[in-house]
């Protein structure tokens, strides 16, 4: 009996149509972990939840909302894709511990700590000083822990990644970055934070998003794929997956948002510069769902064998779901 | 193999606490439908939901949040109860048709159109004029339809409830109420209104609330037992229940806010007056949860079979939940 092969990606934030809910059919694409707040507070992410209805109301020979492990079997068996809320920021639970069950209870099953900057939880990974997790983060993993509502450090500064670890009695992750010894970018992480999360259960997701990418847009598949094994080595091959940072058909006054929400009135340019503000074109092995066949055939043709490939294409993600998006 | 008997309480407002829990563990109570809002705004009703849920965690070994028919079968085999969430009012949904969905997600299970006044869905049993289920209300029944959200008219106008009852393509409840040919007040209601809810498989949940009672406080259990024994007679007696509308423990302020609200800067005095604004004292066969006991002897007395009692008691209760808490 060979293993069903799953195909995971525990990050996109397109602007969303039919036309991409049709792409992750053709590229088979079992589940999406999808971004629903970047700097929301509470009452627009629940306005974010009512669109995501919409769309699950008109398309639902297409999509519908993932909860547990188990929709990504269903998905499988129904030919459609399981969507799973998450938030790049902890602003939708704004000063509210208990808010944290009332969003799981709508599905969200990833909250970052920070996004960039520092929050009321933890530092982001563009401060200066990085403090650690806050009394009130401290709670927070607690809760998160208590309820399944993994925590997720992929903005988030060193210091307070490896902290978040320690304190967590749950494995946590980070959805999407990169090695930062393949590309040494703010965003990528250190192989002791990998080894950390390793060690730990957790799970790493690699971003195809250029700024994350050595030589960016210009990033070989081959080049991917050689890091992936080498990332493979430093954490496990049970801990790895796609995190894609898909960011599909967005215009750029959506980048503007995610850098700068309302925190500025100037104008950031994040991972970007004034003379490159925009989207980065993506590499031309990955522009949209279509392309998750290319990276399975990268990962078989740098030497990964079936079995492995398909824990990185989406069977780790699919057993960290399992384990992890339930109550303790 | 003889059925088992479940306890159902389709309307409490308690000032709840771990006396009243375990006064529902006492009374073998397996169910209780609770209003969580009568004029809250969404963030309100979120802020009860949070309060909840506290209490889910503080006492698990009392009591649980129901979503199903199947929960109350779970409540009964751990001995405890399981507390499903109510409106009476559409205040929660504010005029955002898409909270209905985001709310029942949340675990609500029953919403009443109207709260004595006129609102944006239909008419309430204190205005003087009765135009009936407005634009609103028919696309709010059919979204309430659609996701397994039960429509209540239990302070409804006449005519609205009529209406409400040939729209909507699910049976309807009136979750708190008695015959208005036993007691003439005006939140009881007509035989038109029962028949049609028993012609289309809706629920009358028969009241304990003395302003809904003959001789009020002093009624006697004989006398509320024969009105249920005459209601059978005129709507089915499979579509009867209870539904005590026990304020047990609540202070006066309570009962004005109920009446109140923000709508008027005045005092109201709902089914009381000026001289009689507080809340009246209960029959002294029911005044917490452990005297349903009484009630079921009552019916017993009267003349029910044992199996119809139990029908009365929970068990049609427990059929409406399995048939309409799910989506269509």
């Keep these: 009996m060979s293993q069903t092969k799953y195909r995971i990606d525990a990050l996109q934030y397109a602007n969303w149509s039919e036309n991409i809910f049709r792409q992750m059919r053709e590229g088979e694409v079992d589940a999406v972990h999808v971004t629903i707040a970047y700097h929301e507070n509470f009452r627009e992410t629940v306005a974010n939840i009512e669109q995501w209805n919409s769309f699950f109301e008109r398309f639902p020979g297409l999509i519908f909302q993932g909860k547990t492990g188990d929709d990504v079997r269903l998905a499988r068996e129904t030919?459609?894709?399981?969507?799973?809320?998450?938030?790049?920021?902890?602003?939708?639970?704004?000063?509210?511990i208990r808010l944290l069950e009332i969003l799981h209870a709508l599905g969200a099953r990833f909250m970052q700590l920070t996004y960039n900057n520092q929050s009321l939880l933890a530092t982001g990974c563009y401060e200066k000083n990085d403090p650690g997790v806050?009394?009130?983060?401290?709670?927070?993993?607690?809760?998160?822990?208590?309820?399944?509502?993994v925590v997720d450090m992929s903005h988030s500064a060193e210091g307070s990644t490896l902290e978040a670890i320690e304190i967590s009695?749950?494995?946590?992750?980070?959805?999407?970055?990169?090695?930062?010894?393949?590309?040494?970018?703010l965003r990528n992480k250190s192989n002791e934070v990998m080894q950390a999360l390793g060690e730990t259960g957790g799970m790493l997701g690699f971003s195809m998003y250029p700024h994350h990418l050595k030589?960016?847009?210009?990033?070989?598949?081959?080049?991917?794929?050689?890091?992936?094994?080498?990332?493979?080595?430093?954490?496990?091959?049970?801990?790895?997956?796609?995190?894609?940072?898909?960011?599909?058909?967005?215009?750029d006054s959506v980048v503007e948002w995610m850098r700068v929400g309302?925190?500025?009135?100037?104008?950031?340019?994040?991972?970007?510069?004034?003379?490159?503000?925009?989207?980065?074109?993506?590499?031309?092995?990955?522009?949209d769902n279509r392309d998750f066949r290319n990276i399975e055939q990268?990962?078989?043709?740098?030497?990964?064998?079936?079995?492995?490939?398909s824990k990185i294409m989406g069977n780790n993600w699919l057993r960290f779901f399992d384990e992890n998006f339930g109550s303790a």
């Design 79 to 96: 030919d459609r894709t399981a969507i799973f809320f998450g938030f790049q920021n902890p602003s939708p639970m704004e000063d509210d």
């Design 298 to 309: 990268g990962l078989l043709d740098v030497g990964f064998n079936v079995e492995d490939t």
């Design 262 to 287: 309302r925190w500025t009135k100037k104008v950031d340019y994040g991972e970007g510069s004034a003379s490159n503000a925009g989207f980065p074109p993506m590499p031309n092995w990955f522009n």
């Design 134 to 149: 806050t009394r009130m983060g401290r709670e927070v993993i607690a809760e998160m822990n208590r309820i399944g509502l």
């Design 169 to 185: 009695d749950r494995p946590i992750v980070i959805t999407h970055a990169n090695p930062a010894f393949w590309h040494p970018a």
């Design 215 to 251: 030589n960016g847009s210009n990033c070989s598949l081959e080049s991917f794929c050689e890091m992936i094994a080498a990332a493979a080595e430093t954490m496990g091959i049970d801990h790895i997956g796609l995190g894609s940072d898909l960011c599909q058909d967005q215009p």
